[in-house]
């Protein structure tokens, strides 16, 4: 009986050892095939810089930096077109706070001298104007 034990241990590892060996075998090959995929991948990649060093030796040599007369009458162009929105957005500015003003502040009618202590006082703060719709019908709300 002892020797029957004794065989089945020894066919068991045999078996391993047969797997073991085998999940080697398998193993190498895969690290083989990832290694040739890496050089390839090296070499694709040094052959891609070699390209963006080519294209940028062209483009220095090619490129100037002078600017068209056309491109300087667009650019001028621009350049007034800004303006002009500053200056716009600044008379918009003038008139929203006169306006502010009027609504918020209203100046009182009469002597010239009430206005100038109103200019001095502390400015109040500003309150938006109470709104109140106007009633249309005396119909009763809808029940939900």
């Known amino acids: 009986m002892a ?8 066919s068991k590892d045999s078996e391993l050892s047969d797997k073991l060996l085998e ?18 991948l090296a070499k694709e990649i040094s052959s891609l810089l070699a390209l ?3 294209a940028a030796k062209n483009m220095s040599k090619s ?3 002078k600017i068209s007369e056309d ?4 650019l001028d162009k621009i350049d007034k077109l800004i303006e002009q929105n500053k200056t716009i957005a600044k008379g918009l500015m003038l ?15 009469g002597n010239p001298t009430e206005e100038i202590r109103n200019e ?3 400015p109040m703060p500003l309150q938006p104007p109470i709104y109140n719709p106007p009633i249309r019908s005396n119909r009763p709300l809808p029940k939900f």
């Open 3 to 10: 020797k029957k034990g004794a065989s089945s241990k020894e």
């Open 23 to 40: 999940n080697m075998v398998k193993l190498q090959k895969v690290h083989t095939d990832l290694a040739e995929r890496f050089d390839k």
């Open 52 to 54: 963006f060093e080519t």
């Open 63 to 65: 490129t100037t930096t």
């Open 71 to 74: 491109d300087k009458t667009f």
């Open 95 to 109: 008139m929203e706070g006169k306006i502010r003003k009027d609504i918020y502040n209203p100046e009182p009618a």
């Open 120 to 122: 001095e006082a502390l």
